[in-house]
């Protein structure tokens, strides 16, 4: 019994680790807001240059 239990912790863990995992963003809590020195301009996806869905201009 104690043997089935451990083949059965270490598969779950194998396959938790393979488990692909996404550094995207989709809520907007987790994006970075404008400051008092940097305005955080979001892009449209037809806009993008490249992956990053924001740029961060420095406000004077």
């Known amino acids: 019994m104690k043997i089935r239990l451990l083949i059965l912790a270490l598969l779950s863990g194998v396959l938790s680790a393979c488990a692909s995992h996404d550094n995207g963003c989709d809520n907007t809590l987790c994006r970075p807001l404008s400051e008092r020195h940097h305005l ?15 740029s961060q201009v420095p406000v004077r």
């Open 40 to 54: 955080t301009i979001w892009w449209a996806t037809d806009m993008r240059n490249g992956a990053q869905d924001y």
